[in-house]
C-alpha cells in the first residue's frame, strides 16, 4: 500500500524566516512520482511541483525549493524568506502508474506566515 | 482554455437526501477522478473513470457512484447522505497519455445538516 506522512500539523512563522515542510512516503513501486500542492483558504488544489522516482536532483524556483532523497523516502519542500501570502495548507502527495495515478496524500501542514 | 470546472460552488443537503455533482474536464482531457477532503484532511480518492467506465475505486461505500458521458464530463452521485460525507468534493482531470499530470477544479462544497 502507498502512505504519505507529513508529521507536521502546523508551522508558524514569521515573514523572512525559512521553513521546510517534511513529507515521507511508502510506496513498493520502482516508478512513481511525487508531487506538492497548496491550498490556500479558498479551497482550489494548485500545483506546485511533480518528480519523477528517477530524477532525485533538488530543484529550485524562485523562494520554492525541494529535496528528493530515495534513501530516507523523504521529498520535503522550502520555502526561503517566507511572506505571508504563503500562509495556506500544503499537501505532499504519491501517484504511480500501477494505481493509474490516483493521488496518495498526507494530512497537510497548515503554515501560518504572520508579519 | 478553460480548466476543469465543477458545479455547484455550494450545496446543502439534508441527510438522507441524494446529490449529484458534475465535473467538466480540461479541454483535451479524457479521464476523471473523483476526490472526498473531509475538514482538516488530505483529499481522499473516490473513483476514476476513464471511456466512460469505473477504472478503479477507492474506499468508498456503494452510496457512491459516478458516470462518465461521452464528452468526458463526469458525474459524482451520493445517495443517502450521512452527516460525514459533509466534506469538499474535489474533480481532476488528466488525459491517458500523460495521466501523472492532474489539473484540479475547484470543488463543490457540501454540508449535509
Known amino acids: 500500500a502507498q502512505k504519505v506522512t507529513q508529521a507536521q500539523t502546523e508551522i508558524s512563522v514569521v515573514e523572512k524566516e525559512d521553513v521546510t515542510l517534511d513529507c515521507v512516503y511508502e510506496?513498493?513501486?520502482?516508478?512513481?512520482?511525487l508531487f506538492w500542492y497548496k491550498q490556500p483558504p479558498s479551497g482550489e488544489l494548485v500545483f506546485l511541483i511533480r518528480?519523477?522516482?528517477?530524477?532525485?536532483q533538488n530543484e529550485i524556483s524562485g523562494r520554492y525549493s525541494w529535496n528528493f532523497q530515495k534513501s530516507t523516502s523523504s521529498f520535503n519542500f522550502t520555502i526561503t524568506a517566507s511572506q505571508v501570502v504563503d500562509s495556506a495548507v500544503y499537501f505532499c502527495a504519491l501517484s504511480s502508474p500501477r494505481g493509474f495515478q490516483k493521488l496518495v496524500f498526507g494530512t497537510g501542514t497548515r503554515l501560518l506566515v504572520s508579519p | 482554455d478553460a480548466g476543469v470546472t465543477q458545479s455547484p460552488t455550494h450545496l446543502i443537503k439534508t441527510r438522507g437526501q441524494q446529490v449529484t455533482l458534475r465535473c467538466s474536464p480540461k479541454s483535451g482531457h479524457d479521464t476523471v477522478s473523483w476526490y472526498q477532503q473531509a475538514l482538516g484532511q488530505g483529499p481522499q480518492f473516490i473513483f476514476q473513470y476513464y471511456e466512460e467506465e469505473e477504472r478503479q475505486r477507492g474506499n468508498f461505500p456503494d452510496r457512491f457512484s459516478g458516470h462518465q458521458f461521452p464528452n468526458y464530463s463526469s458525474e459524482l452521485n451520493v445517495n443517502a447522505l450521512l452527516l460525514g460525507d459533509s466534506a469538499l468534493y474535489l474533480c481532476?482531470?488528466?488525459?491517458?497519455?500523460?495521466?501523472?499530470?492532474?489539473?484540479f477544479g475547484p470543488g463543490t462544497r457540501l454540508t449535509v445538516t
Open positions: 481532476a482531470s488528466s488525459s491517458v497519455g500523460a495521466s501523472y499530470e492532474q489539473y
Open positions: 510506496t513498493r513501486d520502482t516508478t512513481y512520482y
Open positions: 518528480r519523477n522516482s528517477f530524477d532525485e
